[in-house]
């Protein structure tokens, strides 16, 4: 069963920080990687997609992926209330299959 | 702005109705997905498509099914609501091919079945 694992959360950052969210995945075949942002009774939105080892910068989100440690992570510099939300790390699967993991909650303090 | 509609935001339905999702896109995207989110538990894959007319089971399709007539339109049926069916549901559409974008989701339906 190939899996997307995540910290449930909630993760407490303090407005003006930087916020740290992590995921790990099972299937090492996987080539691309991304993270959704999920509002309350909201959908999921995408907003980081990243094919390569190393940083992929976008604004105040940088994405993060090693691939021998089978290991993704989005870090939201300069963390804002408007941040607070559901973070899904997404892998995809061989046969244009995205697989999600459960989410962390971030919760950013004022 | 492209897009990926759900007909209903909100909706109630009895036991034992039939029900019927729609989702429709105009990204012209080969590829629809119908998903399940539930506390604790996550998105949830319940059917998709890669075509017109054809349809796979994903990991939970017990007392689902579907139905791709139009490229454009990926429609969920419940043949016999039950309450354990109450949830939000998600519909999706990707091109294939084009994975760096990932999945477009629609604004999900957020079903009760009382």
């Known amino acids: 069963q190939k899996e997307v694992e995540q910290n449930s959360g909630p993760l407490s950052v303090p407005e003006g920080a930087i916020a740290s969210l992590n995921c790990t995945y099972s299937?090492?075949?996987?080539?691309?990687f991304f993270w959704y942002r999920q509002y309350s009774g909201k959908s999921p939105e995408l907003i980081m997609s990243?094919?390569?080892?190393g940083d992929k910068e976008d604004g105040r989100f940088t994405a993060q992926l090693n691939k021998a440690s089978q290991y993704v992570s989005l870090l939201i510099r300069d963390s804002q209330p408007s941040d607070s939300a559901t973070y899904l790390c997404a892998v995809n699967l061989r046969d244009d299959k995205i697989i999600f993991g459960k989410g962390t909650r971030l919760h950013i303090l004022p | 702005d492209v897009k990926v509609t759900q007909s209903s935001r909100y909706l109630v339905k009895r036991t034992g109705e039939k029900v019927f999702l729609e989702c429709v896109q105009d990204?012209?995207?080969?590829?629809m997905f119908w998903y399940r989110q539930d506390p604790g538990l996550g998105l949830r894959l319940i059917y998709f498509?890669?075509?017109?007319?054809?349809?796979e089971k994903g990991d939970i399709p017990e007392g689902y099914s579907v139905s791709r007539e139009k490229k454009e339109r990926f429609s969920l049926i419940l043949e016999s609501a039950s309450t354990n069916q109450t949830s939000m549901y998600l519909c999706?559409?990707?091109?294939?091919?084009?994975?760096?974008?990932?999945?477009?989701f629609g604004s999900g339906t957020r079903l009760t079945v009382v």
């Open positions: 999706a559409s990707s091109s294939p091919g084009q994975l760096y974008y990932g999945y477009t």
């Open positions: 990243i094919y390569s080892n």
């Open positions: 498509s890669y075509d017109v007319k054809m349809k």
């Open positions: 299937d090492r075949v996987s080539q691309s």
């Open positions: 990204m012209d995207h080969e590829n």
